[in-house]
């Protein structure tokens, strides 16, 4: 619920010092009906130190007035959502771009942090007879948190790494190319995102709901201009809309990447109109599912 969300952030005020209380997965399709978190939920336990918590599916975010009030109003990108209250102010919830926007210009996360986490994660991993990861964070520099960790010999997992779709030109002018790389580390694809999520509501679906990120259009471009690069895409696609686009797009640009071998792919493809289904096996491209 949120009060249960709301303790835990009481908790770590109390138990924690520093500028920023970071958290995070909150569902609010979890609460009560109609319920959302706002900022003034936040407010009521920090009105003076920002707090920032993701949400579960780490396409929304949840802010208090304290961590709204570092944007000064920087807000509002292109394919985000800024959630608004019934006086036209933020709520404290930010969605896609606006979040991810937010999150990377605005709450400060130290690289010996990202790298501290990862190596608890990796000993988890282990734990569970993972050895191979797909990172997706390549816009969150994830690429050089796994080379010091390489360095340091504490690697103990084979990375597929990603690198944001928008680099593509910048690869292809130093000649990089897929794979890369070590037998551990080895540079893999380059990552765009169609829609939302079902968790934040912006899946983008056939019935006009739902959040454009990237436009078919927008994604043949990043497609050609990754075959160029000699990259493939991962794609992250939900809704049925978003889907379609995306085999739309790979559809249209065939004949670029085809001859290339290389293996597109959509990550999720959570919700298929069904005449769309039978078009992966038809277009060679992997549902990362």
């Known amino acids: ?26 569902r609010s399709n979890d609460w009560s009906p109609g319920r959302e978190p706002t900022k003034d939920d936040l407010d009521a336990i920090s009105p ?10 780490s396409h929304s975010v949840w802010l208090n007035s304290a961590a709204l009030a570092r944007a000064d ?28 926007h937010f999150r990377d210009r605005y709450i400060e996360t130290t690289d010996d ?37 390489a360095d340091e010999n504490a690697l103990i997992l084979r990375v597929w790494q990603s690198l944001p779709a928008e ?9 990089v190319r897929s794979g890369l790389g070590s037998p ?21 679906m056939l019935d006009g709901s739902g959040v454009e990120i990237t436009s078919r259009e927008g994604l043949e471009e990043h497609i050609r201009n990754g075959a160029r690069a000699g990259f493939p895409i991962a794609v992250h696609a939900i809704g049925d809309l978003a889907n379609r686009d995306a085999l739309d ?36 491209v992997t549902a990362s599912v």
Do not use: N
Request: glycine share 10%.
């Open 113 to 149: 942090e990202y790298v501290d986490a990862m190596r608890s994660a990796m000993r988890l991993a282990a734990s569970r007879g993972v050895t191979a990861v797909h990172d997706k964070d390549g816009w969150l520099g994830a690429l050089r948190f796994w080379q010091r960790l």
């Open 167 to 175: 680099k593509a030109d910048e690869l292809a002018a130093v000649d």
């Open 249 to 284: 797009a790979f559809e249209a640009t065939r004949a670029e990447w085809e001859p290339l071998g290389l293996r597109q792919r959509i990550e999720h493809a959570q919700l298929l109109a069904p005449e769309d289904m039978p078009r992966f096996a038809e277009l060679g």
């Open 184 to 204: 551990l580390l080895r540079l893999g694809y380059l990552k765009a995102f169609m829609d939302g999520t079902l968790g934040s509501q912006t899946a983008r």
């Open 73 to 100: 109003g920087d807000l509002r990108v292109p394919g985000g959502v800024v959630e608004l209250d019934d006086l036209g102010e933020p709520t404290g919830v930010l969605r896609e771009e606006s979040c991810w």
């Open 1 to 26: 619920s949120v009060e249960d969300a709301v303790a835990r952030v009481r908790e770590s005020l109390a138990a924690s010092t520093g500028t920023w209380v970071r958290g995070r997965g909150w």
């Open 48 to 57: 003076d130190r920002p707090v920032a918590l993701m949400a579960r599916d």
